[in-house]
Nanobody, 114 residues
Framework: GQLVESGGGLVQAGGSLRLSCAAS????????MGWYRQAPGKQRELVAA???????TYADSVKGRFTATRDNAKNTVLLQMNSLKAEDTAVYYC?????????WGQGTQVTVSS
C-alpha cells in the first residue's frame, strides 16, 4: 500500500491551503484516515481523522479552521486548512489505520509565515 500527500507549501498567516492524500493498495473504505503533523522539536500529533462512517475528529487547536473530508470513490482524503497561523507550521502526514495494520505517507511541509 501507499499514501501520497500533496498540497503543502508556503502561505502567509490568515491564508489557506488544501492538502490531499491519495491512497492505493489498501482497503480505503474500511480505514480510518487521519492527518497528523510534526513541528521541529515536537512530537507528532493528531490534527484530524475521518472514520469509515465519515465521523470526524479534530484537535482543539484546529477546530473551526480545518476540515477533513474523504472520498471513498477516489480513495482520497483532503484537509482544508483556513485561517492558518504560524503555529500550524509543520510536516503534515497522512495515516491510514485499519483493524490489522496502519500506513503512513511521506509527509508534506506546510510553512506559515507571520
Amino acid at each position: 500500500g501507499q499514501l501520497v500527500e500533496s498540497g503543502g507549501g508556503l502561505v502567509q498567516a490568515g491564508g489557506s491551503l488544501r492538502l490531499s492524500c491519495a491512497a492505493s493498495g489498501i482497503s480505503f473504505s474500511i480505514s480510518t484516515m487521519g492527518w497528523y503533523r510534526q513541528a521541529p522539536g515536537k512530537q507528532r500529533e493528531l490534527v484530524a481523522a475521518v472514520t469509515p462512517g465519515y465521523r470526524t475528529t479534530y484537535a482543539d487547536s484546529v477546530k473551526g479552521r480545518f476540515t477533513a473530508t474523504r472520498d471513498n470513490a477516489k480513495n482520497t482524503v483532503l484537509l482544508q486548512m483556513n485561517s492558518l497561523k504560524a503555529e500550524d507550521t509543520a510536516v503534515y502526514y497522512c495515516n491510514a489505520e485499519w483493524r490489522t495494520g496502519s500506513l503512513w505517507g511521506q509527509g508534506t511541509q506546510v510553512t506559515v509565515s507571520s
